[in-house]
């Protein structure tokens, strides 16, 4: 079973970056998909990107195309999502979380949730 750990979020003004990272233990990260996800108060988990075990193919909810990247470095065990242009509707709990497939399919297979890290766009 894989261990999650994210970090990065903080406190940042609207149209303002961050760059979180998720840091993997276990020998199955770099043959399994990895996904953000977000969570805001009184909202249910929200899926934002998907990345599949070789960085090649990516898939976003329409609501951060353009402006988040999720990225990973199998080397490092490490997934990170770049969120640039960010809105105060991006304050959440972000979490990372592993797929038992190499490929993100389907979308509500992910588990192995990490504790999350916050991220506050004020206005």
């Known amino acids: 079973q894989v261990q999650l750990v994210e970090s990065g979020g903080g406190l940042v003004q609207a149209g303002g970056s961050l760059r979180l990272s998720c840091a993997a233990s276990?020998?199955?990260?770099?043959?399994?998909?990895m996904g953000w996800f977000r969570q805001a108060p009184g909202k249910e988990r929200e899926f934002v990107a998907a990345i599949d075990y070789s960085g090649t193919r990516t898939y976003y909810v329409d609501s951060v195309k353009g402006r988040f990247t999720i990225s990973r470095d199998n080397a490092k065990n490490t997934v990170y999502l770049q969120m640039n242009s960010l809105k105060p509707g991006d304050t959440a709990v972000y979490s990372c979380?592993?797929?038992?497939?190499?490929?993100?399919?389907?979308?509500?297979?992910?588990?192995?949730w990490g504790q999350g890290t916050q991220v506050t766009v004020s206005s």
């Open positions: 276990g020998r199955t990260f770099s043959s399994s998909a």
């Open positions: 979380g592993a797929h038992p497939n190499p490929l993100y399919i389907p979308i509500n297979s992910f588990h192995s």
